[in-house]
């Protein structure tokens, strides 16, 4: 696999994505398919998603994504993932991964955030589900 640095984080890719796991929770059960899904996204530099983590974490360090949700009932599910793609980019280097399914891991990991989920067996196995139907 080739890492291309260059490459340079599209919201338009980050959106199909989103698409693609919403439907991938609502056939897991976890989200229903009347639930109104609202989920904006951020992309933000080093420095102000390590202040973000600092300030919400109390973790004085970079990370590749933070989740901030703010509804999830049976009607609707909100919040906001916001991501370094710096971070993210610079992970999937260092694990030999392609910079897009970096962020696919991500996107569906702060999802899985934002309905409730903490980290767990489940959680990551859920995670892992989503990324071996369309990264081999």
Known sequence: MSFKKNKIFS??????????????????????????VLISIA????????????????????????????VFDNKKIEGDLVLCWNIIQKNAQEDGTEAEKELVKNLVHGCLHLTGKEHSAEMFKLQEEFLKKFFK
């Open 43 to 70: 992309n933000v530099s080093e420095k102000e998603i390590k202040n973000l983590n600092n300030q919400y974490r109390t973790k004085n360090e970079v990370t590749d994504i933070l989740s901030f949700g703010y």
């Open 11 to 36: 919201e338009k890719l980050a959106q199909i994505w989103l698409e693609k796991i919403i439907i991938f929770l609502q056939t897991e059960k976890i989200l229903s398919n009347n639930q109104q």
